[in-house]
C-alpha cells in the first residue's frame, strides 16, 4: 500500500504556487516554484498526520482523484510506517495487546511502531509487518 494524498497546486498572480490538500482542509501550504510547493506538501502532509496521530484521530483515506492541477504528496517514511502499521493492525483487527503478544514484547514496545516520533529498526518493522500477515517492502522513488 502506498500513502499518498492529492492536493491542488494552483498558479497564483504573485508567481507563487498555492497547495491545498483535499483529504485534510486546514493543511495548505505555497512555493515560489512547483517543486518547493511539492517539497512544502509534503512537509504539511506529515505534519498533521503526525498531529491527527498525537490527537488519536482517525486519519481519511486518501481520495483518488485526478486533473490538471491535482498532484499527489507522500508523507515522511515515519509517519508512513506508524500509518501503514495502524492500517494492517486494523484490517486484521487485531489490538494493540495482541500485536505485542505475537511479537513478544510488551504492550509500551509495540505502540511505539506506530508513533511516528519513534524511529523503528528495519527489523522491527519487517517483524510487525509479518506478524500481520504482510511483508515489509521498500522503494526509493
Known amino acids: 500500500m502506498k500513502i499518498e494524498y492529492p492536493y491542488s497546486a494552483e498558479p497564483r498572480e504573485d508567481g507563487t504556487v498555492l497547495v491545498q490538500f483535499i483529504d485534510f482542509e486546514e493543511a495548505f501550504t505555497e512555493g515560489h516554484t512547483l ?6 506538501a509534503a512537509e504539511v502532509l506529515s505534519a498533521i498526520i503526525g ?8 486519519l481519511p483515506i486518501p481520495t483518488v482523484t485526478a486533473g490538471e492541477h491535482i498532484l499527489y504528496a507522500a508523507p515522511s517514511p515515519a509517519i508512513q510506517s506508524a500509518v501503514l502499521l495502524q492500517h494492517a493492525r486494523g484490517q486484521q483487527k487485531k489490538t494493540m495487546a495482541d500485536l505485542a503478544r505475537a511479537l513478544g514484547t510488551s504492550w509500551p514496545c509495540a505502540a511505539r511502531l506506530e508513533d511516528p516520533k519513534y524511529r523503528p529498526t ?15 517492502v521498500l522503494c526509493l522513488e
Do not use: H, S
Open 122 to 136: 528495519l527489523r522491527q518493522l519487517d517483524r510487525a509487518a509479518a506478524v500481520l500477515g504482510k511483508r515489509l
Open 35 to 40: 517543486e518547493e510547493a511539492a517539497f512544502n
Open 51 to 58: 498531529y491527527r496521530i498525537d490527537k488519536g484521530e482517525i
